[in-house]
């Protein structure tokens, strides 16, 4: 196991790293959490001690990834004008179909589509360190994941105007 100066030195890196990345500030604190009770489930699986921090880091952040798509799927925000309730149905009608295109998407391109709906601020070097692919590709991935979810939903029926 490890010392407690240990523990405090990789414990504040973890936290100083996820509540510096926009979008994590929230769940900073739950995620350092969950990534503590996952290194006491399998400290003895872990490789390479000398790598701890880096892997306590990454798995906090994937902690934060999933709180915060847990978050954004039950978050719903009203349109700030009162629409008819015909209007609000289609929209709810859409969104859903929307949501149900990106869910049949594999995970990296969930989470990259997520994120950048979610999290607009963030600039392609970031969405690439959280989705696990090279920031040259960012563009080109969410092309093709738009793609896909546009096709999926002219299938259904809905257009794009």
């Known amino acids: 196991m490890l010392h407690d ?3 405090r030195r990789f414990g504040s890196r973890v936290a100083r790293v996820l509540a510096t990345t926009p979008g994590f500030r929230t769940d900073a604190e739950d995620a350092c959490q969950a990534a503590w009770l996952e290194f006491l489930t399998c400290h003895s699986q872990i490789r390479d001690r000398d790598r ?3 892997w306590l ?3 906090a952040r994937r902690h934060a990834i999933r709180a915060m798509i847990r978050r954004t799927r039950a978050t719903y925000l009203p ?3 009162e629409p008819s309730p015909e209007t609000t149905l289609l929209d709810d009608e ?3 179909a ?3 295109a990106v869910a ?3 995970e990296r391109a969930r989470r990259l589509l997520l994120l950048i709906a979610h999290h607009p601020e963030l600039k392609p070097a970031e969405l690439a360190a959280e989705v696990g692919i090279s920031p040259a590709s960012v563009s080109k991935l969410r092309r093709r994941y738009l793609d ?3 096709r999926k939903l002219e299938i259904q029926g809905f257009h794009h105007a």
């Open 57 to 59: 880091t990454t798995v």
């Open 148 to 150: 896909q979810v546009r």
């Open 79 to 81: 349109a700030p004008d």
């Open 94 to 96: 859409r969104a859903a």
């Open 52 to 54: 701890l921090g880096a």
């Open 98 to 100: 929307l949501w149900c």
């Open 104 to 106: 049949e998407l594999p």
């Open 5 to 7: 100066d240990e523990v």
